[in-house]
């Protein structure tokens, strides 16, 4: 259990601390300097605060976060603690990989605004085109082809990738990929794209939930929709309709995403004609 709490964020030049006793949570907040006298108070919903706290596994952080590279660099920060007797002291200037959440526990303290992190929690991708038809398949519904849906979608909590493609008439296909490691690595990678696709978003017309038929051809009109959120709050959803109108940063998403799915048959991804 957490018996005292020290955290200080150089950029901000706050310190927040945190202290259990006689089964209260007490807490105190300054800038800058520290006051000759803390002045303590007591954290209503302390328990609820422990709790959120314990789930972020602080204790389970590396002694010091280090940047590989200016990019990463932010400014440095210190965090200090006693669990159950044991002390531990860690620093950094680069962010454990759950720190937003570490500053959605922190923030539950009156005084304490630490900025969240404007990384992206969930993308969510759907493509809609035609099945091409498939001469002297049994299992082909019918010689005129069909519709093509595949849908991607990728969450950063879960650090789950999945992919489900759904060939109108054959059935449904799904393909999940689960790292830890990698799931964050890719957001961030696409992170650029994704700020670029959203100075889009307004320029473009959102898609309707069925598909668009060409009434000439008679097949579904290939187009696709994107939506994802940070950790902010902020949403943006976006859609286009077939490849030729797609930006260059939405090919640089969708080829990153084909790197780590790389062995899995995907339109979407790939970008070729489907010849089921």
């Known amino acids: 259990m957490l018996d005292r709490l020290k955290f200080h964020m150089e950029e901000q030049s706050l310190t927040a601390v945190v202290a259990v006793?006689?089964?209260?949570?007490?807490?105190?907040c300054f800038h800058g300097e520290a006051p000759e006298k803390i002045a303590w108070r007591v954290l209503e919903n302390g328990r609820r605060f422990l709790r959120?706290?314990?789930?972020?596994?602080?204790?389970?952080?590396?002694?010091r976060y280090?940047?590989?590279?200016?990019?990463?660099?932010?400014?440095?920060?210190e965090l200090s603690f006693i669990v159950d007797g044991v002390k531990r002291r860690i620093t950094g200037d680069a962010y454990p990989e759950n720190w937003p959440s570490f500053v959605d526990v922190m923030n539950e303290l009156p005084g304490v605004a630490i900025p969240k992190i404007h990384q992206v929690e969930t993308l969510s991708i759907v493509y809609e085109g035609a099945l091409a038809p498939v001469a002297g398949n049994a299992y082909a519904p019918r010689l005129?082809?069909?519709?093509?849906?595949?849908?991607?979608?990728?969450?950063?909590?879960?650090?789950?990738?999945?992919?489900?493609?759904?060939?109108?008439?054959?059935?449904?296909?799904?393909?999940?990929?689960?790292?830890?490691?990698?799931?964050?690595?890719?957001?961030k990678r696409v992170d650029p794209s994704l700020t670029e696709l959203t100075a889009l978003a307004e320029k473009q017309a959102a898609v309707g939930?069925?598909?668009?038929?060409?009434?000439?051809?008679?097949?579904?009109?290939e187009h696709i929709a994107i939506k994802f959120?940070?950790?902010?709050?902020?949403?943006?959803?976006?859609?286009?309709g077939p490849?030729?109108?797609?930006?260059?940063?939405?090919?640089?998403?969708?080829?990153?995403i084909s790197i780590l799915t790389y062995d899995v048959k995907s339109v979407l991804l790939q970008g070729k004609e489907d010849a089921e």
Not at 145 to 174: D, M, N, P, S, Y
Request: glycine share 6%.
């Open 209 to 221: 939930k069925r598909a668009q038929v060409d009434e000439e051809s008679g097949k579904p009109q």
């Open 66 to 77: 280090a940047a590989e590279t200016d990019e990463e660099r932010v400014s440095p920060w």
């Open 52 to 63: 959120h706290l314990e789930r972020v596994r602080i204790t389970a952080w590396k002694k």
């Open 21 to 28: 006793k006689n089964r209260q949570v007490h807490f105190a």
């Open 144 to 187: 005129a082809g069909g519709t093509l849906v595949e849908k991607l979608a990728i969450h950063r909590g879960k650090h789950i990738l999945i992919l489900t493609r759904h060939k109108q008439g054959f059935g449904t296909e799904r393909h999940a990929f689960d790292s830890i490691r990698n799931i964050p690595i890719l957001l």
């Open 243 to 256: 490849r030729s109108t797609w930006p260059d940063c939405l090919k640089s998403l969708l080829a990153e």
């Open 229 to 240: 959120v940070r950790r902010t709050g902020e949403e943006s959803s976006l859609a286009f």
